[in-house]
């Protein structure tokens, strides 16, 4: 159980190498071995999204994908699209409409909709409260959050804000 | 001159909404709460809990354990038992309370399923686990008490035999005349309802490290809670450390309500397993632990009957509630406030005189119940506006016409409830009045017949409340909890002119560091953006009760505006003395001392800080510029700010299924002084979503041998985006003269009527098939045998 097993992945465009035991979860490799902790564990089984990452392109639950899966693949954790400046019209719109209380649940919900705005289209506020039924947030009415992802959709339709085109599938 | 309003002047900032500087650095993934923290050589704990919601404990056998890699401790309650003193869940004031004593872990027997028994502590958190495994416990398991009928009964075992019955608390209230009144009342009407445990489901689950350095006999205590000034006094006195050297530091926080300040077992422990190691001992619950041992909220059952006379005035109401607690009483706020809320908030917003209750609060072998998020509201709340809807139904009035003809005129203020309540200044008819125009009432009434006809049966319901908030000394102090009812500031202004200012009041995420910037800001006179607010460290913040029952804006920002006019008046003292002016005829505005007749600048700031700092042998002799100014502050007046509000509900329910979709929620409330109107909607909202997950989905669901069913979010259903309606939210000001602020609270008015408003929107559903529901949650399965489909 406690045998090391060799992990190389790029996480928010750097490339890590660490020797890790097999059951560590790829949250937990990537709060505690990488220290990258805005990725949180709400549930540890998938259902609270406290946890999302983007995997190889793919919204994944950290806290359901062990680390040497993640092994060659490639991260992206909300320090990653922070520092890129990927997701800043949404936080901009999150910190507008107040669309977070504790924050707990936050990268995580930006991460949903990340993925759900780099689709075509402008979702309906009722296709964004489906999008976002995969995270749970206990502060806010979900209200403040379907609004400011609903302002960015409009906004980046708009041609408000340019976007860097990158396809991430929920 | 133009005209300005309010808000133009300089420095306006309270009614604003102001985004909270402290969110962007959560929305970049940048917050530190306790899970985060990481301590040179800390390690970590793992406890073995209790399968058998009551058993003796037979023996403990920790060999195997003690000898697997990266084991450095294993305790058991006799270990801990040996550095910290018992506590025990009982308030003076509740008159014959009683609860047994505690201790960190159970010495000989365990009292509910999950209890934790053992304490692993290890290298990392799955090397305790694996260690915890090899933990054998011989049990001996005993009969489980957990229903409370079941519990009351006369030969139910007792859980506390040295206590003598499973009764915690038997509380009473008659204000006499209730059987003549209702013998002669035209319309009297009854119902049971139960409302099952539920739990706050915090994201962040329990987090702590205790760091007990032995050479200073330093305890720093890392906490995810609310209160770190009551749980610094709390591991100060039990495990006999000077309160001067504990330091309980509470940083970004993930979700509290209520649920993260109360005393929890393993929490305990880890201070002793710190001290006992010279190590930092970090405990983080993971989901299935909260589920099992975080506080659960309700449990009550209620038989309430109202009496009414042949127009719906009513006259009485008669109560008996019921409330489980678990095997003990939650420490140090006990478990009775939910039940003294609950029998003292009935009929609060109505005009009846003749009021009779009676409580009892009863041990079972669960997890402690005890206070969450508006205590007591959603029970009192729910019972008194379903049998207003009740007496409505019997004299064919409609919802709105009931309450108007029965609520507390809004001029008949000061007045007091029957249970003993003092009202300051209510405005239960112009919330009202106010939400029928908002919601187009008629409008919906005239659909819900149309639609009916369609076979699309919609339900609407109403719900008016009135919510406890801003507790003074009255409240835990006069029971002997050691819980401040005052809060301080402490306000200074740097050499730069910037201000620092670190208060007792913390910060949840609802913006309590925003509200604070914002009075400050206003009442010192300068930009928002140059005050830095700090918040929930006990070395270095002062005294205070912290946040719980809505006391942030309106004792803490009450507070930091008194602390702020000390300060400005110290700070024109020394303008004046340079400027050779008189005190009275300077201001500040936006960080420069100007004349106060002319707004003209006169000097900045930042020039008075650099003096006063650098250069204070050019100020007269005998000055001595006071630049940071400490100051406390306690309610007085009215032992609590009451406010009110009105809720109602719109939802569609399918008859055939059972299933219902929320269409729409409005909220019409009064919390006085709205300081910033962005962060009083949004913790409404996120009440009425809590109220909403009690009214249709959440539950803790029990088993005969008390075994907790569903304590996984697999299991336990908590609200979604995709299941929640938007909100619609309007104010009535009626600020508190108490202040000279005017805030009072407003967290708990989303929770306090929105099951309320469900429940009575659901009946009105029902009522063509003439089925009624009294329970919550009201899942698919109850809807169902009321419609007697099942």
């Given at each position: 159980m406690n045998d090391l097993v060799h992990v190389t992945m790029t996480v928010n465009g750097t490339e890590v190498s660490h020797s890790i035991?097999?059951?560590?979860?790829l949250a937990d490799f990537l709060r505690q071995?990488?220290?990258?902790?805005?990725t949180h564990a709400g549930c540890?089984?998938?259902?609270?999204?406290?946890c999302l990452v983007i995997l190889d392109g793919r919204v994944v639950h950290s806290c359901l994908t062990f680390a040497v899966q993640a092994s060659g693949a490639a991260i992206e954790t909300v320090e990653g699209l922070s520092e890129r400046t990927a997701i800043a019209d949404l936080q901009e719109a999150f910190h507008q409409r107040n669309?977070?209380?504790?924050?707990?649940?936050t990268p995580g919900m930006l991460m949903t909709a990340h993925a759900l705005l780099s689709q075509p289209g402008v979702p309906s506020r009722e296709e964004i409260r489906d999008a976002l039924s995969g995270n749970y947030c206990?502060?806010?009415?979900y209200e403040a959050i379907v609004d400011a992802i609903e302002k960015v959709a409009r906004d980046r339709d708009a041609g408000v804000i340019a976007q860097a085109s990158e396809e991430v599938s929920a | 001159m133009s005209v300005l309003t309010?808000?133009?002047?300089?420095?306006?900032?309270?009614?604003r909404s102001v985004p909270r500087p402290n969110a962007k650095r959560l929305l970049a993934g940048r917050g530190r709460y306790v899970t985060d923290i990481t301590l040179p050589r800390m390690l970590h704990v793992a406890y073995v809990r209790s399968p058998y919601a009551h058993a003796r404990i037979l023996s403990i056998d920790t060999q195997t354990a003690r000898e697997?890699?990266?084991?450095r401790l294993i305790a058991t309650g006799e270990d801990l038992a040996k550095l910290c003193t018992p506590w025990v869940g009982t308030m003076?004031?509740?008159?014959g309370m009683k609860s047994p004593p505690q201790l960190p872990?159970?010495?000989?027997?365990?009292?509910?399923?999950?209890?934790?028994v053992v304490a692993v502590v290890a290298d990392t958190r799955a090397l305790a686990e694996d260690a915890a495994e090899a933990v054998y416990i011989a049990f001996d398991e005993l009969p489980a008490v957990v229903d409370i009928d079941a519990a009351r009964a006369p030969d139910a075992p007792v859980i506390s035999p040295e206590l003598g019955s499973n009764l915690c608390f038997h509380g009473k209230i008659d204000t006499g005349g209730v059987e003549d009144v209702f013998a002669g009342a035209a319309h009297v009407v009854e119902e049971e309802f139960h409302f099952g445990r539920h739990t706050a489901?915090?994201?962040?689950?329990r987090a702590i490290i205790a760091d007990y350095d032995a050479s200073e006999g330093q305890l720093t205590v890392h906490h995810a809670t609310q209160t770190p000034y009551q749980f610094q006094d709390i591991y100060a006195r039990h495990y006999g450390l000077p309160e001067s050297r504990v330091r309980v530091i509470a940083p970004d926080?993930?979700?509290?309500?209520?649920?993260?300040?109360h005393m929890y077992h393993e929490d305990m422990a880890v201070i002793g397993l710190s001290m006992m190691l010279g190590r930092p001992v970090k405990y983080v619950a993971d989901r299935i632990e909260s589920f099992v041992s975080d506080i659960h909220a309700r449990d009550h059952r209620v038989r309430a009957r109202m009496a009414a006379d042949a127009e719906g005035n009513i006259l009485a109401m008669d109560v008996e509630d019921v409330t489980g607690i678990g095997a003990f009483s939650a420490y140090?706020?006990?478990?009775v406030v939910e039940g003294n809320q609950v029998y003292r908030l009935m009929?609060?917003?109505?005009?009846?005189?003749n009021y009779r209750a009676d409580l009892q609060v009863v041990f079972q072998n669960k997890v402690q119940m005890s206070q969450y998020r508006a205590v007591g509201h959603p029970v009192a709340c729910t019972v008194t506006e379903r049998l207003v809807d009740m007496i409505a139904d019997k004299t064919a009035q409609d919802v709105f016409d009931i309450r108007s003809r029965n609520m507390?005129?809004?001029?008949?203020?000061p007045c007091t409830s029957p249970t003993g309540y003092q009202f300051e200044a209510l405005s239960h008819h112009a919330c009202l009045a106010r939400l029928k125009a908002m919601m187009g009432y008629e409008r919906l009434r005239a659909e819900q017949a149309e639609l009916r006809t369609k076979g699309i049966h919609r339900g609407i319901g109403i719900a008016t409340f009135v919510e406890i908030t801003?507790?003074?000394?009255?409240?835990y102090g006069v029971g002997?909890?050691?819980?401040?009812?005052q809060d301080g500031a402490i306000v200074k202004i740097t050499p730069s002119g910037d201000v620092h200012c670190s208060i007792s009041v913390t910060e949840l995420g609802q913006g309590t560091e925003t509200i604070i910037g914002q009075i400050v800001a206003e009442h010192l006179g300068?930009?928002?953006?140059?005050i830095k607010v700090m918040t929930g460290d006990t070395d270095t913040t002062p005294h205070g009760g912290a946040?719980?029952?809505?006391?942030?804006?309106g004792i803490g920002g009450e507070t930091a505006l008194q602390a702020a006019k000390k300060l400005k008046a110290n700070v024109l003292a020394v303008a004046a003395a340079i400027l050779q002016?008189?005190?009275?005829k300077l201001d500040i505005h936006s960080g420069w001392i100007v004349?106060?007749?002319?707004?003209?600048?006169?000097?900045?700031l930042s020039e008075i800080a650099r003096i006063a700092y650098f250069?204070?042998?050019?100020?007269?002799?005998?000055t001595q510029a006071q630049l940071s100014v400490a100051h406390h502050y306690a309610p007085q007046g009215y032992p609590f700010a009451f406010t009110n509000g009105v809720q109602a509900c719109h939802l569609e329910l399918d008859v055939e299924t059972g299933l219902v979709k929320i269409l729409k929620l409005w909220v019409v409330e009064d919390?006085?002084?709205?300081?910033?109107p962005l962060l009083v909607d949004e913790q409404i909202r996120g009440g009425v979503v809590q109220g909403l997950g009690a009214a249709f989905f959440e539950e803790c669901v029990y088993g005969?041998?008390?075994?907790?069913?569903?304590?996984?979010l697999a299991d336990y259903l908590v609200p979604m985006a995709v299941e929640m309606p938007d909100i619609e939210i309007g104010h009535v000001e009626t600020p508190?003269?108490?202040?000279?602020?005017?805030a009072k609270g407003v967290g708990e008015a989303g929770t306090a009527a929105a099951s309320a408003a469900a429940l009575n929107a659901m009946n009105d559903a029902m009522k063509p098939f003439g089925g009624t529901v009294a329970q919550v949650p009201m899942t698919p399965a109850r809807i169902l045998k009321a419609l007697g489909h099942i």
């Open positions: 035991a097999p059951r560590i979860t071995t990488l220290e990258l902790t805005g540890e089984m998938g259902v609270c999204g406290a669309a977070l209380q504790c924050g707990f649940c206990r502060c806010t009415g | 309010p808000l133009d002047r300089p420095n306006s900032y309270i009614g697997m890699p990266g084991v003076d004031h509740f008159k872990l159970p010495v000989d027997k365990v009292v509910w399923s999950g209890q934790a489901v915090t994201m962040e689950p926080i993930g979700g509290s309500f209520g649920m993260k300040l140090p706020r006990t478990s009929g609060a917003p109505y005009t009846f005189r507390i005129a809004d001029d008949a203020y801003n507790p003074g000394p009255a409240f002997g909890a050691r819980i401040s009812s300068v930009d928002s953006n140059r946040t719980y029952a809505c006391r942030g804006a002016d008189e005190p009275e004349d106060a007749a002319t707004a003209q600048q006169r000097m900045e250069r204070s042998d050019t100020l007269p002799p005998g919390c006085g002084r709205v300081i910033n005969d041998n008390g075994q907790l069913t569903n304590g996984s508190t003269l108490d202040t000279q602020l005017g």
